[in-house]
């Protein structure tokens, strides 16, 4: 009966271990909460105000080499790529909010030290741009001796290459969901980020890219079925719009 008992523990324990090593991603930050609003700098001060391990956000290049901080390559009629920065600083967010430059969002995030960022470089129209935009990026988080916070993400396989040139010790995620864990470890990346799609297609590819040593993240999950079976895979981090939710599951 003891011995039972012993068994049933250290199992318990060994569940909650695993549960505690999956880490919260807010997706485009903690948005959905009054207030807020999708790559917001509420968003960013929101994850970090229920302690999210990290806040997600999503950058652009405009067509005079401005980077800013949004999702959507268009975005209440304006072109995030196409037109100027004069004309996309005259969005407004749904939450009142003025549409943030990398600058605001990164002078922002000095004033919240705990939070992880999560830069996530959009693909845009040409190599050349790709390339511009990671130089711009690099020496933004140099400015603000942000690099040893920030992780970068991308579809773009020639954005990630371009990152890793540049910052090695930096981690990098691709996020196309095509590329094997071997051949990510062989680019030398960090891990594979992939959607929840991606995973029930190849649900091998977690566990091989554990036994590459890489990491795991997968967005964007926000059901509670879902976010239990990905925190039972023992992924590494989960990039969801319900943050509270999940804390609560990991709980």
Not at 176 to 204: C, T, V
Not at 211 to 237: A, H, P
Request: net charge neutral; proline share 3%; charged share 30%.
């Amino acid at each position: 009966m003891k011995q039972r008992f012993f068994f049933i523990a250290l199992l318990c324990l060994w569940c909650m271990g695993l549960s505690a090593q999956v880490k919260v991603v807010a997706h485009r930050g903690y948005w959905k909460i009054e207030g807020s609003a999708q790559n917001s700098l509420s968003s960013l001060i929101k994850a970090d105000s229920i302690k999210c391990f990290g806040s997600e956000f999503d950058v652009w290049l405009t067509a005079d080499s401005k980077l800013v901080v949004d999702h959507d390559k268009t975005y209440k009629g304006a072109n995030m790529e196409e037109d100027k920065l004069k004309t996309i600083r005259q969005i407004k967010l749904d939450n009142g909010e003025t549409l943030p430059t990398l600058d605001e969002y990164l002078k922002c995030a000095l004033k919240h030290p705990d939070i992880r960022l999560v830069l996530e470089m959009k693909p845009l129209s040409s190599f050349i741009r790709e390339d511009e935009a990671v130089k711009k990026i690099v020496k933004a988080l140099k400015k603000y001796k942000l690099i040893d916070r920030t992780d970068i993400i991308s579809f773009s396989i020639n954005a990630c290459l371009e990152f890793k040139k540049a910052l090695p010790d930096t981690k990098i995620y691709y996020l196309n969901g095509d590329i094997r864990p071997d051949r990510i470890k062989a680019l030398g990346f960090a891990g594979i980020d992939y959607s929840m799609s991606d995973f029930q297609k190849h649900p091998e590819w977690i566990e091989e890219a554990h036994q590459q040593g890489l990491e795991v993240n997968v967005w964007t999950v926000d059901k509670e079925e879902d976010l239990r079976y990905f925190i039972d895979q023992g992924v590494d981090y989960i990039t969801t719009n319900e943050p509270e939710l999940l804390q609560r599951l990991l709980k």
